[in-house]
């Protein structure tokens, strides 16, 4: 849906340094190759001939299925670069893509950079494009956790206050740039010093009401799973909080091969909880989980299968930020991993409970949502047309 034409080409005062726009897309991690398909798709429907998008893939994730599934299932246009920086630790892997970005940049001198939430290859995008004065668009702005010792939270703080438009998902995250001083009131030209904050909903939203319906015909990952028709739990594991000490790993497991005495479990492992399974998991809860059926411990699944199977399943367990919005959108209770969430909204409504890494809140949580399930979705995530929102916002801007 086209909301309205560009102001300046209706004045006729566009004057791009390049005609059509150029922006260049940083992608790198799982959920930024899923969030930019909704952006691209957009971008092919209505406005082809406006804005010419450049694709650069860090390469952060690498595995097939943390990556060239999503690019094949959902259409998105083949990276015009591919940095190949893979795995290291923070400094290592930032400077790597930070060095291969500041050349991609300085090349192609794009009209914006646009970068989504908060992960390394965000932090890298915003540092190398802020110090060549390229404008970033920042997707997914203003979200909080209030806790630094996650490293997206450096990521995200860093990243809105080098931008130039913030785009935020959330109401939640319209008060977080407030309160640090963004201004609400400023009128154009938008520059790194004078910024410009968006409410605009939520991107992934577009994505899964896109593909809900294409995921139910072209998915049988249910049937093979040998569970059709049964109540199930979905879970996902992979935050650095809970994967790398041992207790939180153990604590989650125990809550999940309790909860799988009762029901069917679906667990699509992340490739960082794979490795560190092996090492920091008891020999005991590794020796239940092989010889508990009822555990489906597979590999990451691709886009259309994660959705299949949020839709169907009974509750969601999960320290992902995506898949807990995912839930919400499929109106499934979600029992959240971690002590803090930056979707805060969901929270409130009760559809989602903060049970940590605790084996005792988890159990409660469960039980609650069986005897309670949560039945008001409010739309907290907008009207799922964020990517032409945006768009159209930023050809707008005056250069
Ligand atoms: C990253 C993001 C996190 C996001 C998550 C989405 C940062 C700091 N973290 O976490 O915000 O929620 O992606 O999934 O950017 N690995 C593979 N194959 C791959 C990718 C990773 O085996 O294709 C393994 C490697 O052992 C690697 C580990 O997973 O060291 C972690 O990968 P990394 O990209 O560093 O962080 P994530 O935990 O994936
Ligand atoms: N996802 C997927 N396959 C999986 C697990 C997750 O396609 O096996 C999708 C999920 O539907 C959501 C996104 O990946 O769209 C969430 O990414 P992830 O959990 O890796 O990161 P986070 O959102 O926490 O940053």
């Known amino acids: 849906m086209l909301l309205q034409l560009p102001r300046k080409r209706e004045n006729g005062l566009l004057i791009h340094k390049f005609n059509p726009m150029k922006i260049v897309t940083v992608i790198g991690a799982r959920p930024q190759i899923i969030k ?15 804005i010419h998008e450049v694709i650069v893939h860090t390469g952060q994730h690498y595995d097939e299925n943390m990556s060239q599934v999503f690019f094949d299932e959902l259409q998105i246009p083949r990276p015009d670069y591919n940095l190949h920086v893979g795995s290291a630790s923070h400094g290592v892997q930032t400077a790597r893509m930070t060095e291969g970005i500041e050349d991609i940049l300085i090349k192609e001198r794009p009209d914006f950079i ?7 290859s965000t932090l890298a995008g915003a540092v190398a494009a802020a110090k060549i004065h390229v404008p970033i668009v920042h997707i997914e702005a203003g979200l909080r956790s209030f806790n630094k010792a996650m490293p997206e939270e450096i990521n995200r703080i860093v990243c809105d206050h080098c931008s130039t438009l913030l785009f935020t998902p959330t109401k939640a995250g319209l008060e977080n740039l407030k309160r640090e001083g963004f201004p609400m009131d400023k009128v154009g030209p938008y520059t790194i010093d004078n910024p410009k904050v968006y409410h605009c909903g939520d991107i992934m939203y577009d994505n899964s009401l896109h593909f809900a319906e294409i995921a139910e015909a072209k998915t049988h990952i249910i049937s093979e799973l040998g569970i059709q028709g049964q109540s199930f739990v979905l879970a996902t594991i992979h935050r650095d909080s809970n994967t790398d000490q041992p207790e939180r790993l153990n604590a989650i497991f125990s809550a999940l091969i309790r909860i799988a005495d009762k029901t069917p ?4 492992l992340h490739p960082r909880t794979n490795k560190l399974l092996k090492t920091n998991l008891k020999s005991e809860f590794q020796n239940k989980l092989s010889n508990t059926p009822n555990i489906h411990i597979i590999p990451p699944v691709s886009f259309l299968e994660m959705i299949a199977l949020e839709r169907h399943a009974q509750l969601v367990m999960t320290d992902s930020g995506g898949v807990q919005k995912e839930a919400y959108f499929f109106r499934k209770p979600c029992i959240i991993l971690r002590p803090e969430t930056e979707w805060v909204e969901i929270v409130e ?7 940590d890494a605790d084996e005792c809140r988890i159990m409660k949580a469960w039980q609650h949502f069986k005897d309670n399930p949560p039945t008001v979705f409010p739309e907290i995530f907008g009207d799922g047309h964020a990517a032409e929102f945006i768009l159209n916002e930023m050809l707008q801007q005056e250069m």
Do not use: F
């Not at 930019?36 to 406006?50: F, G, N, Q, V």
């Not at 646009?114 to 390394?120: E, K, P, R």
């Not at 479990?265 to 699509?268: C, G, H, R």
């Open 36 to 50: 930019a398909a909704a952006l691209s798709r957009a971008i092919k429907s209505h406005y082809s001939s406006e």
């Open 114 to 120: 646009v970068l989504y939430g908060d992960t390394n």
């Open 265 to 268: 479990i679906v667990l699509p």
């Open 349 to 355: 409504t009760g559809a989602a409970c903060l049970a």
